[in-house]
């Protein structure tokens, strides 16, 4: 199953890009994969299980923003799952009611309800570069193509991000999402 496009039609016209609209779905669809991939973490609301340590009865959890805390369970040596009751998340930590707990298996929902302006912007920028950028060539890895008097070069940035995002949009993701998550994903 896809996931939704991080931006809209709608959203690049008002934005003043000047997507090809018998295009522009499949480009702001194609620009959301490759954001997603380079953001390392999921944008859009999504349930995701992580076991972690806790540290004086207290776990920071990864990847922000936390929408809901659904459950909380102790692990023991051998693995086993406890359910945890009394527990509070107060919006940056999650509290366990028994500091000698050392270590829970998370399950919470987290991402962004409303996609974030710069990432809504940044969607469109890359749709528009793809709109904008001629793949004859850049698919088989030509640097430069002549025609008797007409000749055209790629940017080598270009050839190398043809299926990724250029430095500076890195940086923009970079700049609108913070760090990438340091957990381990034990199913989501």
Same mark, same amino acid.
Do not use: F, H, N
């Given at each position: 199953?896809?996931?939704? %496009?991080?931006?809209?039609?709608? @959203?690049?016209?008002?934005? +003043?890009?000047?997507?090809?609209?018998?295009?522009?779905?499949?480009?702001?669809? $194609? %620009?959301?994969?490759?954001?997603?991939?380079?953001?390392?973490?999921?944008?859009?609301?999504?349930?995701?299980?992580?076991?972690?340590?806790?540290?004086?009865?207290?776990?920071?959890?990864? =990847?922000?923003?936390?929408?809901?805390?659904?459950?909380?369970? %102790?692990?023991?040596?051998?693995?086993?799952?406890?359910?945890?009751?009394? *527990?509070? *998340?107060?919006?940056?930590?999650?509290?366990?009611?028994?500091?000698?707990?050392?270590?829970?298996?998370?399950?919470?929902?987290?991402?962004?309800?409303?996609?974030?302006?710069?990432?809504?912007?940044?969607?469109?920028?890359?749709?528009?570069?793809?709109?904008?950028?001629?793949?004859?060539?850049?698919?088989?890895?030509?640097?430069?193509?002549?025609? @008797? +008097?007409?000749?055209?070069?790629?940017?080598?940035?270009?050839?190398?991000? =043809?299926?990724?995002?250029?430095?500076?949009?890195?940086?923009?993701?970079? +700049?609108?999402?913070? %760090?990438?998550?340091?957990?381990?994903?034990? $199913?989501?």
């Amino acid at each position: 199953m896809s996931l939704p %496009a991080l931006a809209t039609a709608a @959203d690049a016209a008002a934005l +003043d890009y000047a997507l090809p609209p018998a295009r522009a779905d499949a480009l702001l669809a $194609k %620009a959301s994969v490759r954001i997603r991939r380079a953001a390392g973490q999921p944008i859009t609301p999504s349930t995701v299980v992580v076991q972690l340590d806790s540290e004086e009865g207290s776990v920071v959890l990864p =990847a922000p923003p936390v929408i809901t805390v659904q459950q909380v369970q %102790a692990v023991t040596a051998a693995g086993t799952l406890t359910v945890v009751t009394g *527990w509070v *998340w107060d919006g940056e930590r999650l509290r366990l009611p028994d500091p000698c707990t050392t270590r829970v298996q998370v399950t919470y929902q987290r991402g962004w309800t409303v996609v974030p302006d710069g990432l809504v912007d940044l969607t469109c920028q890359v749709a528009q570069r793809l709109a904008d950028t001629p793949t004859t060539g850049m698919a088989t890895g030509i640097r430069s193509e002549q025609i @008797d +008097d007409y000749s055209v070069t790629y940017a080598v940035e270009q050839l190398d991000a =043809a299926g990724d995002l250029l430095p500076g949009e890195r940086t923009a993701l970079a +700049d609108a999402l913070g %760090a990438a998550p340091t957990a381990w994903v034990v $199913k989501s």
